[in-house]
């Protein structure tokens, strides 16, 4: 078992496992060489070149499990979904009716997107140190956001106001959706992928209350889809801080955290049987060493001694960060929690 994996279980581990969020992407100069070869779509439905990018981090750095190399909507592809990137996805035809709702078929993982699976299995084959895979499928309410308002936006307005409009359609979009995501996960855990990882990239946007009428049922029958596999789940809603009551009702492993919020108070809410992740915020990595290991040291102190705290920045790795910073960052985690 991996100190990874242990953590994941809140079990007592040598010293606190770290891996970071895009971690396989646009900072690393080797990615970046990659990526000028290929547009991105290929890269992500190219098994050899998804499994490369995955590597990446892992060959670079000691971290303790990596993350598929993919894109949330790449399963919405595979359901006919229409769309490119500029870079954001663009949805050709936003869904609005529940005509076009009912025309969504069931992902079916082997067929649709086999090349997700068979990049899975060569990254299991190849990681050194046996590092774990985590595979990963944006949850339900995120991919809503998308398909309805058919863009990347600040508010997701049309996405909102659909909840109220139609909110018998948005339930049944969100079921629909929760059900392909369902099938997805468990396809990458039966490919190989030793956890699984939900991003609510939009749930923050939502009250709570709206979060437990729309989102949380959604997330939860995914989840509940899952739990006879023997993974950790995790799950991170972005700006969640004000969700965490009903996401200690989540049936998961481990939350994530970002880095608005407190990993003691939200330990506090979600009890000592679930682990938690994260959150130093991303801008830290451009302090200088010795304020990096101040910043981290504070996000360790914040987590706390018992089980269970998977170190992770609050969001995404930021492009231009100095892949050395990301060296240091990591090195000082072990280091530090091993001493301790």
Known sequence: MSVFLDACRVRP????????????GRYLPEYRKLRA????????????????????????YELDAGILFSDIM????????????????IVRDPIRTDEQIDA????????????????????????????????????????FCYLVCGRPSKEFAAARAFLYSHPAS?????THLADAMAAYLRAQAHSGAQALMLFESWGGLLALKEYRRFALPAVQRTVAALRDLEVP??????QGSALMQAV????????????????????QILGASKAIQGNLDPAALFASPAELRVQADAVLADAGRAPGHIFNLGHGIWPDTDPDAV?????????????D
């Not at 970002?258 to 003691?264: I, V």
């Not at 060296?327 to 001493?339: F, G, K, P, W």
């Open 13 to 24: 581990t040598a010293y606190t496992p770290i891996w970071i969020m895009r971690q396989a």
């Open 37 to 60: 070869q290929v547009d991105f779509v290929k890269l992500t439905r190219t098994p050899e070149l998804a499994a490369e990018a995955t590597l990446q981090p892992l060959r670079r």
């Open 74 to 89: 790449t399963p919405l592809q595979g359901m006919g979904i229409e769309l490119e990137f500029e870079p954001g996805p």
């Open 104 to 143: 969504l078929p069931p992902l079916v993982p082997e067929r649709d997107v086999p090349f997700v699976l068979e990049a899975v299995r060569l990254v299991r084959a190849n990681a050194p140190r046996m590092t774990p895979l985590i595979g990963f499928a944006g949850a339900p309410f995120t991919l």
């Open 170 to 174: 948005a339930v049944r979009l969100l």
């Open 233 to 238: 789940i995790i799950y991170y809603a972005n």
């Open 248 to 267: 200690a009702e989540l049936d998961v492993d481990v939350v994530g955290v970002d880095w608005r919020t407190s990993l003691a108070a939200n330990r």
């Open 327 to 339: 060296a240091r960052l990591i090195d000082h985690v072990h280091e530090r929690t091993a001493r």
